[in-house]
């Protein structure tokens, strides 16, 4: 991923310095004099750290909960909903609250997780990585269950706790049982009956994961580099987060093609790690106006800008505005075309303070 964002980013800091002309003293190459602290940043991963821990720790406390409850009746899940169909209901619920407590938690730190490379195996690991179908891409860990299966490179553990809780992807799903929790003949959207042997053991090891992310966020030590590194590479990604927003059921409804991103709209996810660059940029932006004011004005502007127009969709989407696909499409290509030159003028910013933007 990094390699890819780069090489964009070098197109938009090529075009970034040739419009600004290279004639003044100040547009050449000059030593990083100014100090940058990066307290707040760190002191921000790890409220976040904090937070998706106490959450994880609620999803997996509510899936022992769940599993103890389909122990009882020896995992036959047509007996459980008879016996304790209100019980599943009321475990079901609370399963999606708590990963709609712990998605925010993460995404609002992912431009930091996911933009330093430190910290990056982690970002691929809870909310990035693929299955086993795409192996370049698939996550580094198999789901063991307490009954031996095995479940390899299931894909990254939001991806597995979302659509287990909200029975979007089959494979998660409890066997030869309709998931009618509320008896009424029907099922809807949000129904669901978990395989409480997978769902138990992702659960687990998503609480563990989620721990093994604080401990190394404590261990880190930000640099310039790290968060020059985190704006250039994490900020134009907008492109990836529309099209996943085009194919969910906030914009295809029932022909969405995306199982997950259906607990909050991929708009939200899109405000939140933004608004988390936007706290790393703070930290920055006094080194970069040492060398150039008006554009370190302009960056921290143009960044604004980016979150409030991806802020002004969501509120409209919960207002009730149905976005159709190709506007979905026009969007997206609208919010990339504006986070590329935000990346472009950090990267050339970063250059002539002679910070290296890691690859």
């Given at each position: 991923m990094f390699r890819t964002l780069l090489a964009a980013v070098a197109v938009a800091a090529a075009a970034a310095l040739t419009a600004c002309g290279d004639d003044d003293g100040d547009q050449q190459s000059q030593p990083a004099t100014a100090q940058t602290d990066l307290r707040p940043v760190k002191d921000y991963l790890l409220q976040h750290t904090e937070r998706l821990k106490r959450d994880t720790a609620a999803i997996r406390a509510g899936a022992e909960r769940y599993h103890a409850l389909a122990e009882e009746v020896d995992f036959d899940y047509a007996q459980l909903l008879d016996t304790k169909r209100a019980d599943v209901q009321r475990l079901v619920k609370d399963a999606q609250a708590a990963f709609q407590r712990a998605n925010p938690a993460y995404e609002e730190m992912e431009?930091?997780?996911a933009g330093v490379p430190e910290l990056a195996d982690y970002d691929v690991i809870i909310d990035a990585g693929g299955d086993a179908s795409d192996p370049e891409n698939a996550v580094p860990f198999s789901i063991e269950t307490p009954q031996g299966r095995t479940f390899k490179q299931p894909g990254n553990f939001n991806y597995l706790i979302e659509t287990a809780s909200y029975g979007t992807d089959p494979k998660f799903a409890a066997r030869g049982v309709e998931p009618d929790l509320d008896g009424d003949g029907k099922v809807e959207f949000g129904e669901a009956v978990p395989d409480a042997d997978f769902y138990v053991a992702a659960a687990r090891d998503f609480e563990k994961n989620a721990n093994e992310l604080d401990a190394a966020a404590r261990k880190w030590e930000p640099t310039p580099e790290d968060a020059f590194t985190a704006l250039v590479v994490m900020t134009p990604t907008m492109s990836e987060y529309f099209e996943a927003w085009k194919n969910s059921r906030f914009v295809a409804g029932d022909k969405a093609k995306e199982k997950a991103f259906v607990a909050a709209s991929r708009l939200q996810d899109i405000v939140d790690i933004l608004s988390g660059l936007e706290l790393?940029?703070?930290?920055?932006?006094?080194?970069?106006a040492k060398v150039d004011a008006q554009q370190a004005r302009q960056i921290g502007q143009s960044l604004a800008e980016l979150r409030a127009f991806a802020e002004?969709?969501?509120?409209?989407e919960a207002a009730g505005r149905k976005f159709e696909p190709a506007q979905a499409d026009t969007l997206g290509s609208e919010a990339q075309t504006r986070a590329e030159a935000i990346a472009g003028q950090v990267s050339q910013s970063a250059g002539r303070l002679g910070i290296e933007v890691e690859s």
């Amino acid at each position: 991923m990094f390699r890819t964002l780069l090489a964009a980013v070098a197109v938009a800091a090529a075009a970034a310095l040739t419009a600004c002309g290279d004639d003044d003293g100040d547009q050449q190459s000059q030593p990083a004099t100014a100090q940058t602290d990066l307290r707040p940043v760190k002191d921000y991963l790890l409220q976040h750290t904090e937070r998706l821990k106490r959450d994880t720790a609620a999803i997996r406390a509510g899936a022992e909960r769940y599993h103890a409850l389909a122990e009882e009746v020896d995992f036959d899940y047509a007996q459980l909903l008879d016996t304790k169909r209100a019980d599943v209901q009321r475990l079901v619920k609370d399963a999606q609250a708590a990963f709609q407590r712990a998605n925010p938690a993460y995404e609002e730190m992912e431009g930091v997780v996911a933009g330093v490379p430190e910290l990056a195996d982690y970002d691929v690991i809870i909310d990035a990585g693929g299955d086993a179908s795409d192996p370049e891409n698939a996550v580094p860990f198999s789901i063991e269950t307490p009954q031996g299966r095995t479940f390899k490179q299931p894909g990254n553990f939001n991806y597995l706790i979302e659509t287990a809780s909200y029975g979007t992807d089959p494979k998660f799903a409890a066997r030869g049982v309709e998931p009618d929790l509320d008896g009424d003949g029907k099922v809807e959207f949000g129904e669901a009956v978990p395989d409480a042997d997978f769902y138990v053991a992702a659960a687990r090891d998503f609480e563990k994961n989620a721990n093994e992310l604080d401990a190394a966020a404590r261990k880190w030590e930000p640099t310039p580099e790290d968060a020059f590194t985190a704006l250039v590479v994490m900020t134009p990604t907008m492109s990836e987060y529309f099209e996943a927003w085009k194919n969910s059921r906030f914009v295809a409804g029932d022909k969405a093609k995306e199982k997950a991103f259906v607990a909050a709209s991929r708009l939200q996810d899109i405000v939140d790690i933004l608004s988390g660059l936007e706290l790393v940029y703070d930290s920055v932006e006094p080194r970069i106006a040492k060398v150039d004011a008006q554009q370190a004005r302009q960056i921290g502007q143009s960044l604004a800008e980016l979150r409030a127009f991806a802020e002004r969709l969501r509120k409209e989407e919960a207002a009730g505005r149905k976005f159709e696909p190709a506007q979905a499409d026009t969007l997206g290509s609208e919010a990339q075309t504006r986070a590329e030159a935000i990346a472009g003028q950090v990267s050339q910013s970063a250059g002539r303070l002679g910070i290296e933007v890691e690859s």
